[in-house]
């Protein structure tokens, strides 16, 4: 994920890989310049970019301006625009949003008069922003170089930025602002992509302020009144790791519990600042009493540590092997039966696959047809409370508070069935009409679904929109189109969240013909290779959704074999039974 501090002003001097490489400047004045105030031990080296010198050549103007418009200095849309002709520059609105194009391989084509960017465009930032993942094949700017008292300049920027893959990989951080669910009890988060010029505590807390993405809204609530904005000019920090949030007379109607979930989404979306450990919120800079504050009104994370994005799961894994529902030993590799029928030879023989609650009292398993969903308890015949027949049952889901989810098929569109400890409930999703569930998980913080779906001839990745009141309803659908540098990915086979704003997808790439676990953004943005490197034919995904500890992950193979990731270069073989299913309880 893109939460690591780039070295982003030596992208300026290195400038940009679009036309391969460019000359370092060795001559010109030295510049200091000041790093913006953020309490992270990685701060980036800031080089202010350089205007455009006499007599450049469009292939020149075109890299300086995007390095411009790109690099992490306050300046920057300043110091583009002197690329731009004065009518361009007057009407050029950087903050428009960004358009991500696929650099490798793709560099500008220049020649003396003309500059033109013919590239697959790959992702879309809005204004605010949050990401889209798009794949344009055709995608062409011609930026509409024109001499103006004999040099050349740019007349046609173009919507916003324009961005090199590989500059927004190396100048963009992706970081969560944090809402709340419907019913209040835990905060949910939504990615946005920042410069990292802006990405400060400053920027966290006015990217909050504005709100969730349209997407998004219908599903989460935020307690922060609607034209709140920051009193003061920017959220400072004090040298114990206090963050200054001094806020606007709309917060003052809030009851303690919205004070106190204020709070939450403050703290919750400063998370990835590591010196911060507590807020002050003040009206204005007057007083504002929040329950668990301290003498001096300063609320900590412990306070809010209820609000929990992500519940943490359990490490133990349990296994079918040899006809027989058993815990793996993660030491030995071995599978130890449970006690009851399902621990006996063959008495797990009807499971095709299994969920375990997080307490481990709950097992969901369905046939080796998919043709039936039952629940019960771990220990005993799965034959209660529910026995659901269908057609195309996958793997199905326990949550946090021992709701049982799956998708099957219907006449239609897929059906997806929530039970409780009374009763099941399905309803058919509409925005999946045509395409067969295959895979699925639900987030941690029960807002979102990552499913896989299939047409009989292509797979599909995307997310569903979750919402659970007085029905279910999950809508929404988003396609993920996902590109690794490895290539596009397809043949989707497995998907499990690595955290609440990851995702682990199974799947191949366009380069190679077997799958691999890809570890990306939950908005499909940042894609990271986790292998295997070589085909082990690997068919299924289970993991713990943690955050900031790295994905605890294990993976099935067709031949029935189970590995670990321990990095990104190693997966350790466990189990050498014969593994039809595997989960993690939780």
Not at 65 to 92: K, P
Not at 161 to 178: H, N, Q, T
Not at 300 to 327: C, E, K, M, N, T
Not at 535 to 550: E, Q
Request: hydrophobic share 40%; glycine share 8%; net charge negative.
């Amino acid at each position: 994920m893109r939460r690591t501090w780039a070295l982003a002003g030596l992208v300026v001097a290195l400038a940009l890989g679009v036309s391969g490489c460019v000359a370092i400047p060795t001559s010109g004045p030295v510049t200091q310049v000041s790093v913006s105030p953020n309490p992270t031990a990685d701060d980036p080296i800031d080089i202010n970019p350089l205007p455009p010198a006499a007599g450049a050549a469009p292939s020149a103007i075109l890299e300086g301006f995007m390095a411009a418009e790109s690099s992490s200095s306050a300046t920057r849309f300043d110091i583009a625009r002197l690329y731009l002709t004065a009518d361009a520059a007057s009407t050029w609105d950087p903050n428009q949003g960004a358009q991500i194009y696929q650099s490798t391989g793709h560099p500008p084509i220049t020649t003396v008069e003309t500059a033109t960017v013919q590239a697959p465009l790959i992702g879309k930032l809005d204004a605010a922003g949050h990401f889209t993942s798009v794949y344009q094949a055709g995608f062409s700017h011609d930026f509409g170089m024109v001499q103006v008292k004999g040099e050349w300049r740019i007349s046609n920027p173009g919507p916003g930025i324009l961005l090199p893959e590989y500059l927004y990989d190396r100048y963009y951080v992706a970081v969560p602002v944090y809402f709340l669910s419907m019913d209040g009890s835990r905060v949910v988060p939504e990615l946005i992509h920042l410069n990292q010029v802006d990405a400060t505590p400053t920027g966290m807390i006015q990217a909050l302020l504005r709100g969730p993405s349209s997407w998004l809204s219908s599903a989460v609530q935020t307690v922060i009144p609607a034209e709140t904005k920051l009193s003061a000019p920017s959220v400072t920090v004090d040298d114990d790791g206090v963050a200054q949030v001094s806020l606007t007379e709309q917060i003052d109607g809030l009851n303690d519990q919205q004070r106190l979930q204020l709070a939450a989404q403050v703290l919750w979306s400063l998370s990835d600042f590591a010196a911060i450990w507590g807020v002050h919120i003040t009206d204005k800079g007057a007083p504002f009493v929040i329950p668990g504050q301290d003498a001096d009104g300063v609320v900590s994370r412990a306070s809010v540590a209820s609000y929990l994005p992500a519940d943490p799961g359990s490490r133990s894994v349990f296994a079918v092997a040899d006809g027989a529902l058993g815990q793996l030993n993660e030491t030995t590799g071995s599978v130890t039966a449970v006690s009851g029928p399902l621990g006996k030879p063959d008495g797990a023989a009807q499971l095709g696959a299994i969920a375990v609650s997080a307490d481990q009292s709950v097992l969901a398993a369905v046939d080796p047809d998919g043709a039936q969903l039952t629940v019960g308890s771990l220990t005993q015949p799965p034959a209660v409370p529910h026995g659901l027949q269908g057609t195309g049952f996958v793997r199905p889901q326990v949550d946090t508070a021992h709701n049982v989810w799956d998708f099957s098929r219907g006449a239609t569109a897929p059906v997806l069935t929530r039970c409780d400890a009374a009763v099941c409930v399905q309803v058919s999703v509409a925005s999946l009409a045509g395409w067969t569930v295959t895979a699925f998980r639900i987030s941690p913080d029960h807002t979102k679904i990552a499913v896989i779906a299939s047409d009989g001839a292509a797979s599909q990745f995307g997310l569903l929109r979750l919402r659970v009141s007085d029905q279910v309803v999950a809508d929404g659908w988003v396609p993920l189109l996902v590109t690794s540098t490895r290539g596009a990915l397809d043949d989707y086979r497995d998907v499990v969240w690595a955290s609440d704003t990851q995702l682990l997808v199974l799947a191949e790439s366009s380069s190679d013909g077997y799958a691999s676990a890809y570890l990306m953004d939950a908005d499909g943005s940042q894609v990271e290779s986790y292998g295997p490197s070589s085909d082990v034919d690997a068919i299924g995904l289970t993991a713990v959704p943690l955050n900031n500890s790295g994905p605890v992950v294990m993976l099935l193979t067709g031949s029935g074999r189970i590995d670990r990731f321990d990095d990104p270069t190693r997966w350790t073989q466990l189990s050498a039974d014969k593994v039809t299913a595997v989960a993690y309880a939780g």
